[in-house]
């Protein structure tokens, strides 16, 4: 069984540019959230994906935006990357219907220079 | 918002000790505690959780415990080993949609 999956592993972009990272969930589950977190932190909640639409949102800009696909994959979408942007992107798989347990994936660790 | 917060930052202790991580929380309308403990170079592994209907919670050498009336819980750790140490980050939650609010984590080092 498949845990969480995510691409790439590593990304450098520069400042300005566009990143899309991608997230694959855990057989069964239908919900993604996304994370981010900066060295020596916690996770911070960005936004949450079920039925191919944003259901909650963290306090991040419109920067951020997502999409989930009819297979329950994500993408997390970030432009007009600052140099604060450089942390480790976390893809959250949970099944709606059962407890609130989430799996995490290994993360994009993204690197804005 | 919720506020998480957690102590200590880090926590060294000889193999076979006990640990124990503490957090608190501010919204009293959270109902659901989890644990997750993360290696280097890897995403957080949940490891124990417990709902606010329940005092304390055991799996094997880790336990948490659950304090509604002040509004904190915490993990305990037995007989440590090497393999314990890692970054611990208590969370909590008040919705069945999975967003959680992290503490900022305990760096546990469990030394020979």
């Known amino acids: 069984d498949a845990g969480v999956t995510q691409s790439p592993t590593h990304l450098i972009k520069t400042r300005g540019q566009q990143v899309t990272l991608r997230c694959s969930p855990k057989?069964?589950?239908?919900?993604v959230s996304w994370y981010q977190q900066a060295l020596g932190q916690g996770p911070q909640f960005i936004f949450q994906y079920y039925e191919e639409e944003e259901r909650q949102r963290g306090n991040f800009p419109d920067r951020f935006s997502g999409h989930q696909f009819p297979n329950y994959s994500s993408e997390l979408n970030v432009n007009a990357l600052l140099l604060g942007d450089s942390a480790l992107y976390l893809c959250a798989s949970s099944f709606a219907g059962g407890p609130e347990k989430l799996f995490f994936g290994s993360g994009t660790q993204l690197s804005v220079l | 918002g919720e506020n998480v917060e957690q102590h200590p930052s880090t926590l060294s202790v000889q193999e076979g000790d006990s640990a124990v991580i503490k957090c608190t929380y501010s919204d009293s309308a959270s109902n659901y505690f989890p644990w997750y403990k993360q290696e280097l170079g890897k995403g957080p592994q949940l490891i124990i959780d417990?709902?606010?209907?329940?005092g304390e919670k055991k799996d094997q050498r880790i336990a948490v415990t659950l304090n509604k009336t002040a509004k904190h819980f915490s993990l305990h750790i037995t007989e440590t080993q090497p393999e314990d140490s890692a970054v611990y980050f208590c969370?909590?939650?008040?919705?069945?949609?999975?967003?959680?609010?992290f503490g900022a984590g305990t760096q546990v080092v469990v030394t020979p």
């Open positions: 969370a909590a939650s008040k919705d069945s949609w999975g967003k959680l609010q």
């Open positions: 057989s069964g589950h239908d919900t």
């Open positions: 417990i709902r606010s209907n329940v």
